[in-house]
């Protein structure tokens, strides 16, 4: 899981919270699609704590969580569409 800051000094402070915390904690350099300069790119912080806990940071220092994608989201599994009917049903009796 990585939250992604804007400034480094933020990463920085959100990785040393996580430290402290007994979590570990990397701030790397976010590679962005589209973007030539590198002063332009975020920071992530990689972290192994709760999500809860990295998702109060990322609010509290304007980021956004990003989930890993080996990372199931907890989502119910999909299902097949029930079948219709192939004509209306009669409720009344017929007369």
Sequence with gaps: MR???FDEDDARAAA???????FEATVTRERL????????HPW?????????QLEMLVETYDGWLDLDEE????????RLP???????????RPE
């Excluded at 040393?16 to 007994?22: F, N, S, Y």
């Excluded at 699609?33 to 332009?40: I, P, Q, R, Y």
């Design 16 to 22: 040393l919270v996580l430290a402290r915390g007994g």
């Design 82 to 92: 029930m079948p219709l009917p192939e004509e209306p049903k009669r409720i009344k």
């Design 71 to 78: 990372e199931p989201e907890h989502r119910p599994p999909l």
């Design 44 to 52: 992530a912080v990689v972290t192994d704590a709760p999500m809860i």
């Design 33 to 40: 699609a589209g973007e030539d300069d590198d002063e332009d």
């Design 3 to 5: 939250g992604i800051f």
